[in-house]
T-cell receptor, first 112, second 116 residues
Framework: QKEVEQNSGPLSVPEGAIASLNCTYS??????FFWYRQYSGKSPELIMS????GDKEDGRFTAQLNKASQYVSLLIRDSQPSDSATYLC????????????FGRGTSLIVHP | GAVVSQHPSRVICKSGTSVKIECRSL??????MFWYRQFPKQSLMLMAT?????????EQGVEKDKFLINHASLTLSTLTVTSAHPEDSSFYIC????????????FGPGTRLTVT
């Protein structure tokens, strides 16, 4: 059974701080890793994708992947109240399969 | 780019009727689309994988005769909830896999179904 684990939170950080969201996965053959943001009552929005070990930066977001540890994280710098949402980690690509496995999501609250 | 639309955004229907939800990829061709259901404060639940020109693959526990999926073109997939009941009330979300070969999914805005 493929599993993706996330701490459900809520993770509460002050405005301007760095928010660190973590995700572990069980399928060592996974190839593609994604972070989605989902506001309450809305559908998920893709914010980051990462495919190789190391860091990938896009604006205030940095995704980090460590395949040996089966661990992927998302850092949000200079957190804003508008970043308050649920962040979903998704993993796919094992054996060429495009069917994703999602974590249950981490709720992030950025307070002023 | 990578815009996915869904219609309708919200629908209320009576128990026993059928409802059709459309999912369209507006600026790319999607050979694969996914249909999800999400209950309040719960995680996404994958219902089925829809491939253009072939039958959908349903996840365990999802009734294929109740949730009819048609993927007739590279830009359109439809989900029909047949003989809807109040327990089918949920947020239905489709997603389309991008053409870049990296399995990125782009989600539609979702359809909120209420069955009375």
């Amino acid at each position: 059974q493929k599993e993706v684990e996330q701490n459900s939170g809520p993770l509460s950080v002050p405005e301007g701080a760095i928010a660190s969201l973590n995700c572990t996965y069980s399928d060592r053959g996974s190839q593609s890793f994604f972070w989605y943001r989902q506001y309450s009552g809305k559908s998920p929005e893709l914010i980051m994708s990462i495919y190789s070990n190391g860091d990938k930066e896009d604006g205030r977001f940095t995704a980090q992947l460590n395949k040996a540890s089966q661990y992927v994280s998302l850092l949000i710098r200079d957190s804003q109240p508008s970043d308050s949402a649920t962040y979903l980690c998704a993993v796919t690509g094992s054996g060429g399969s495009y069917i994703p496995t999602f974590g249950r999501g981490t709720s992030l609250i950025v307070h002023p | 780019g990578a815009v996915v639309s869904q219609h309708p955004s919200r629908v209320i229907c009576k128990s026993g009727t059928s409802v059709k939800i459309e999912c369209r990829s507006l600026d790319f061709q999607a050979t694969t689309m996914f249909w999800y259901r999400q209950f309040p404060k719960q995680s996404l639940m994958l219902m089925a994988t829809s491939n253009e020109g072939s039958k959908a693959t349903y996840e365990q526990g999802v009734e294929k005769d109740k949730f009819l999926i048609n993927h007739a073109s590279l830009t359109l997939s439809t989900l029909t909830v047949t003989s809807a009941h109040p327990e089918d009330s949920s947020f239905y979300i489709c997603s389309a896999v991008g053409a870049g070969g990296r399995y990125e999914q782009y989600f539609g805005p979702g359809t909120r179904l209420t069955v009375t």
